[in-house]
């Protein structure tokens, strides 16, 4: 079992920045791959960034590559999606995942475990 917690959500201005951080617990937390999903109101829940339990393999969504950084701390057990030159598109829930296997999948990835999720919100 696993628990994630996120955090770091909130209200940005378009053009700013955030920083989500999910912290993994739990006795089946290891050597997980991790990611984040993101969910607006009214569409799909849809991919946004993954990394594999080195950190040295990472997927992102085609529309935040360049902007947005996932990255890990395994020390911490704790996985970070650093978020630039934010846009109102970016405005969701981002929830943090983890998988059972150590490298993510590049598509269609369908992770085991899921926190709660966080908002993040930008405004025009």
């Known amino acids: 079992q696993v628990h994630l917690v996120e955090s770091g959500g909130g209200l940005v201005q378009a053009g700013g920045s955030l920083r989500l951080s999910c912290a993994g617990s739990?006795?089946?937390?290891?050597?997980?791959?991790m990611g984040w999903f993101r969910q607006a109101p009214g569409k799909e829940r849809e991919f946004v960034a993954s990394i594999s339990w080195s950190g040295g393999l990472t997927y992102y969504e085609d529309s935040v590559k360049g902007r947005f950084t996932i990255s890990r701390d395994n020390a911490k057990n704790t996985v970070y999606l650093q978020m630039n030159s934010l846009k109102p598109a970016n405005a969701a829930i981002y929830y943090c995942?983890?998988?059972?296997?150590?490298?993510?999948?590049?598509?269609?990835?369908?992770?085991?475990?899921w926190g709660q999720g966080t908002q993040v919100t930008v405004s025009s």
């Open positions: 739990g006795r089946s937390f290891g050597r997980n791959a």
């Open positions: 995942t983890a998988d059972s296997i150590v490298n993510p999948r590049p598509n269609n990835w369908a992770p085991v475990y």
